[in-house]
């Protein structure tokens, strides 16, 4: 078992659907973040948030919408999703220790399936 | 920019079997953090190793040992005694000093390594 949970494990959802994704973690780190990966890719970033605040957003499309509601929180609104958006979707967590690279620690991810 | 290189793509071992995962890196900094990370089909990454750009020690850990030579730019992973276990994607990853927010990791591409019984 990981310490940084992600639910749900798998959706499936429509283009028109309306669906979030939801990250916890109860480490008292300060820096969240997701990640898209396409099967054998390695991970790309979408964005960051350190302390509540999002401090990196890799030119993702809007129809991903970030929030973090609190530290222990991150969440992804997906809307008007494409097919080629289909992909597992990682969180992970770092503590924010600033001038030392810290570790991230990763979910098990959800796996997105888009009709 | 920063860059990572895994050439091997994919590999394949018998159990009890050593084996050598290679990772190459690119940075023009002189303060920079490399990591391994282990994906097991589950999808999960584990975490492994952080080294930063001043220590040159090698580390042991069980199975498991890596060598960072600044003079090659490599920090490869060596798996000693392999066991079906260690089936996994191993991605390398490099990441330079932060200056505010955590900055970003640059993976590798991965090593797929299957372990035979």
């Known amino acids: 078992d990981t310490e940084v949970t992600q639910t749900p494990k798998h959706l499936v959802m429509g283009m028109t659907n309306k669906k979030s994704l939801k990250c916890e973690q109860h480490m008292g780190h300060r820096a969240m973040y997701w990640y898209k990966q396409k099967a054998k890719k390695p991970p790309e970033l979408m964005f960051v948030?350190?302390?509540?605040?999002?401090?990196i957003n890799e030119s993702v499309p809007s129809r991903f919408s970030p929030e973090c509601p609190n530290s222990s929180l991150l969440n992804l609104h997906l809307h008007a999703l494409q097919p080629e958006d289909s992909a597992l979707y990682l969180c992970?967590?770092?503590?924010?220790?600033?001038?030392?690279?810290?570790?991230?620690?990763f979910g098990d991810g959800t796996r997105l399936s888009i009709l | 920019a920063q860059k990572v290189t895994q050439a091997q793509t994919e590999i394949s071992v018998v159990e009890k079997e050593d084996v050598t995962l290679d990772c190459v890196y690119e940075t023009r900094d002189t303060t920079y953090y490399l990591f391994w990370y282990k994906q097991p089909p589950s999808g999960e990454l584990v975490f492994l190793i952080r080294r930063n750009s001043f220590d040159e020690q090698n580390e042991i850990s069980g199975r498991y040992s890596w060598n960072f030579q600044k003079s090659t730019s490599s920090f490869n992973f060596t798996i000693t005694a392999s066991q079906v276990v260690d089936s996994a994607v191993y991605f390398c990853a490099l990441s330079e000093a932060p200056t505010g927010a955590n900055s970003k990791l640059t993976f590798g591409k991965g090593i797929t390594l299957s372990v035979r019984p």
């Open positions: 992970a967590s770092s503590p924010q220790t600033g001038g030392t690279n810290q570790p991230q620690h």
């Open positions: 948030y350190s302390y509540e605040k999002l401090s």
